[in-house]
C-alpha cells in the first residue's frame, strides 16, 4: 500500500481484486491499516471536541482495530504470556453500552450487594451507542448525540417507566427551551428529536440530480402538494399518495400482536414491498425518496429490510409518541440514561449530587469506575477477545474471559456472564457456542452509520428559509433538523435563530439490489476509508450549497464538526429475522430463549429492534436468567 493510493483508487483496487464482490480478500482491518500508513489515526479521527468524551467519538480508531483483529482470527489462540488478574467476579458483562450498564444494575439490585460483578466496554467511556458530543462554541457548551437519540413517553406503572424512575427520571416528561429572539422574528415551532419533522416548517431540497443548478428549496412540499417540485408527475403522485394516507389503510397492516398473521407475513416480504403495496407505490419512488429514511432506524434501505420493521418498534407500546407531547430527549440524546445508571451503580463515578441536571453535567471521575472497593467495577479499554467456560459449558463452574487493553491480554474468571456487546462480537468471542447458536447468530447483519454533528454559530439562514430542518435526495446524508433542548443540561434556557445550535446529520450506506450482508459489508469499507478531512470538505461543500442562498457561509457559521463512526450501528432484520424461515425457530428466540451454559445473551440487536428500552429489558431477562439457572451460590 504506497502512500499516493487514493482512497478511491484504494477501494477500487480492492472491489477489482475481489472481482467485484464487495471486499472479498480485502478486510476493513486492511483498509484501516493502509490508511494508517498513509495518514495515521488522527486523520481519519479528526476532532473529538472537549470534555469526557473527546477521546470517544463513535467507534474509536482502537476500537475498531481490535475488532477486526477478532474477525480476523487474530486471537483464535491464545497468547502465551496473558496476565493474571486472579479475579473472579459472580458476574463478568461485556460491554458497558445501555444493556450492560442495566445488566450490572440489574445484578446488583438482585443477587445483592455483597456479589461482584465487572463490566468490560472496549471505548474510552461508557455508553456504548449512547455516547455524548460536547463543543464549546463562542464560549457556550454545546451537546449533542453521538448515536441514540430519543424515547417515548412509557405507561406509568411499566417495567421500563419503574426502571427509568429508579436511576433518577421520575417525570419522564422534561421541560425545554422556549423561544427567544427579536420582536420581528415570530416563533417557528421546534421539534424536540433530531428526526426530521415534515410539515410547514420543513422543505425539500433539489440540486444537480434533478436538473437544478443552483438548486432550489422548496418549502412545506407536501402542504404544496409538491407544486414547483422538479419532479415527474408520476413520482408527485406517488409521493402525495403516501404522505397523505396517514392511517386510511394501517388496520389492514398493523399486528395485532407479535407473532400474528399480519406479522408474519410482513416478515416474509421486504420493507420495500410493504411500502409498495400499502401506498400503491413504485419501487423507483421507494428507492429515490423514501430510502433510506423510511427503514433509517435499521440502517438500510427499505429494499433490505423485514416489512416487520414498519411495527416492530411500536410493539413496545409507548404511551406516548407525539412529537406534541411524548418525544422526549435530553441534550445529549440516550447518553443521559447510560450517566443516570452510572450514577446510581457507582455514586462517586460523577460529580455531583443524583438530579438530572448535575447528572447531565458532572464530570466523569474515571478512578471511580474501576475500584477494587466497590463490587461492581466498569474497566474501559477493554475489549474482551475470548470468552469460554472451563470444560464442558452443561457443567462447568467458571468463564474464563480474556480481554486485551493496551494491546496486553489478561484473564478473569466469572461464575456467570451477560454478553452485552451486540452479535458482531458475541459470535465471535465466545469460543465454545454450540453449532444452533452460531447459525442463529449468521442471520444477524449489522450496518453502518456515521453520525456528523455539526456545531453553527447560528441557525438564521434556515430561519431565513422558513424552514426548521429540510430534507434532500442527492450527496451526504438525507436531513438535518433544529431541535429545541431539554432545559437539564442545555447550555441556555431560550433558543432562537441566532443561538448556536448543533445540526446532526445521519448518514446511511445502502446499495439497492444488494444482499442485506453485502450491503453492510460495502458500506463499512466506505466509511471507514475516507479521512476526516475529506468528509469535512463534502459536508463544508454541501451545507454551502444548500444553504448559501440564505446567507450560510462556511467558514463563518460551521465552529465544528465532530464525525462518530459506527462500523456495526443498526441491526439490519432481513426478512424472516423476526419470526423464523420455513417454521424455523427465529434466530433472536433461539438465543433469548435459555442461557448457554453460565452465558445469557443481552443487547438490544436480539430483538431486531434497536431501542434503549429493549438494551434494558434484555439485560433484565439476561440476569433473570443466570439468577434462575445458573448461579447456586
Ligand atoms: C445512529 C443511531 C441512532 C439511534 N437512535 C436511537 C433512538 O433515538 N432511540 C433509541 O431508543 N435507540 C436508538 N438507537 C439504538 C441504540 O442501539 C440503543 O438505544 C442503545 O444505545 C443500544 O445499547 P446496547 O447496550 O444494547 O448496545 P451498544 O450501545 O452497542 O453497547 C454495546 C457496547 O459493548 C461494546 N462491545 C462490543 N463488543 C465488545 C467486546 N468484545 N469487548 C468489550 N466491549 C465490547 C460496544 O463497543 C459498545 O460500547 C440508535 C442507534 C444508532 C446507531
Redesign the pocket.
Known sequence: MSDDITRRDFLNGALVASGGVLLGPISPLQILQARAQSLGPDDWTGYGGIGDYRNSNG?TWE?LL??HQ?RDHAFDRLPPEIVETGETYDCVV?????????AALIFQRLAGKNKTCLV????PI?????KRNEFLVDGQKLVA???????PIPYPHSFIARFYESIGLENPRLEYQTWTSHPSDPEMPLSR?P?LANGPTSGFYFGAKFGQQPGIWLVDPFGKKLEGAPLSPQAKTELLKWAQAGDSNDDKWRPRIPGDAISRRLDSITLEQYLMEKYGISRETVRNFLSPVEGG?Y?LGADALSGYTAYAADMLHPLDISDESGAQ?FPD??SGF?RLIVKTLLPQAIAGPNTLEAVGRGAVNFEALDSSREATRIRLQ????WVKHEGDPAKSDFVDIV?TRSAKPYRVKARSVVM???S???RH?VRDLAPEQRAAFSEFYRSP?M?ANIAVRNWRFLYKMGISGGQWFEGLGNYVQVRKLGTCGANAPTIGPDSPTVLTL?VLYSYPGMSTEDQGHRGRAEMISVPFRDYERQIREQFSEMFSGAGFLAGRDIAGIIL?R?G???LSPAPGFFFGKEGKTAPGELLRAAPFGRIAF????LTGV??????IL??NRAVGQLLDQVLTG
Open positions: 467507534n476500537v481490535a475488532g477478532i461485556v460491554g458497558g453500552g445501555i444493556s450492560g450498564l442495566a468490560l466496554d472496549n471505548h461508557f455508553g456504548g451507542e449512547a448525540h453521538q448515536g441514540s437519540a430519543f424515547y428529536t428526526y432506524g440502517g430527549m440524546g440516550n447510560a477493554s475489549t474482551a477477545v480481554y452485552a456487546g451486540g458482531w462480537t458475541t468471542i452509520c453520525m445521519k462518530n459506527w456495526h450501528a443498526y443481552a443487547n438490544t440487536d434497536m431501542d434503549h428500552r429493549y438494551s434484555e439485560a
